[in-house]
T-cell receptor, first 115, second 110 residues
Framework: DAGVTQSPTHLIKTRGQQVTLRCSPK?????VSWYQQALGQGPQFIFQ???????QRGNFPDRFSGHQFPNYSSELNVNALLLGDSALYLC??????????????FGPGTRLTVT | DAKTTQPNSMESNEEEPVHLPCNHS???????IHWYRQLPSQGPEYVIH?????VNNRMASLAIAEDRKSSTLILHRATLRDAAVYYC???????????WGAGTKLIIKP
């Protein structure tokens, strides 16, 4: 079992550009959540996808959008990048019923640097 | 919004027990308490969770105060591999979101 995988590992973008990050959930998992983790801080919840729909959303602007595919993999898109978007972006997967009560499995993250 | 407060860092000796405290004085009656840890250059890893009663699993124990305003994660015998940032998190029952704090960096001395 490969666990949760994310790509790319690192990414450098310029202000104003757009970026797409990808996540493949752990085998058997159907729910994907995205988090932003600034340096030295805890992760901040962006949104969660289940059955190809956004089910929950944190306090992030509409520049942050996502998608879930029929195979449960997911993408996080960020438009009009700002310097403050520089962070580690984490993807976590879980089973729908368990997502709310038990453990989420996290990927290693994508380090985004905006210059 | 309910939040958690943890010490920035703690040190412990290898093979000794570690008690990691967490304050959550504004916790509501249906908020679950979760603990995750994040090893260097890795994503967070689930450790344990609870609601009111103390909980044990293969990784750790969770002791929850009777008034639920604080909790303690107990690692019974720390190893060098336990060096990580430990996050005490509240899971809101209203929207199921995890509210993360800044965490405690645990340093294990050989």
């Amino acid at each position: 079992d490969a666990g949760v995988t994310q790509s790319p590992t690192h990414l450098i973008k310029t202000r104003g550009q757009q970026v797409t990050l990808r996540c493949s959930p752990k085998s058997g998992h159907d729910t994907v959540s995205w988090y932003q983790q600034a340096l030295g801080q805890g992760p901040q919840f962006i949104f969660q996808y289940y059955e190809e729909e956004e089910r929950q959303r944190g306090n992030f602007p509409d520049r942050f959008s996502g998608h879930q595919f029929p195979n449960y993999s997911s993408e996080l898109n960020v438009n009009a990048l700002l310097l403050g978007d520089s962070a580690l972006y984490l993807c976590a997967s879980s089973l729908a019923l368990a997502a709310l009560l038990y453990e989420q499995y996290f990927g290693p993250g994508t380090r985004l640097t905006v210059t | 919004d309910a939040k958690t407060t943890q010490p920035n860092s703690m040190e412990s000796n290898e093979e000794e027990p570690v008690h990691l405290p967490c304050n959550h004085s504004t916790i509501s009656g249906t908020d679950y308490i979760h603990w995750y840890r994040q090893l260097p250059s890795q994503g967070p890893e689930y450790v344990i969770h609870g609601l009111t009663s103390n909980v044990n699993n293969r990784m750790a124990s969770l002791a929850i105060a009777e008034d639920r305003k604080s909790s303690t994660l107990i690692l019974h015998r720390a190893t060098l591999r336990d060096a990580a940032v430990y996050y005490c998190i509240l899971r809101r029952d209203s929207n199921y979101q995890l509210i993360w704090g800044a965490g405690t960096k645990l340093i294990i001395k050989p």
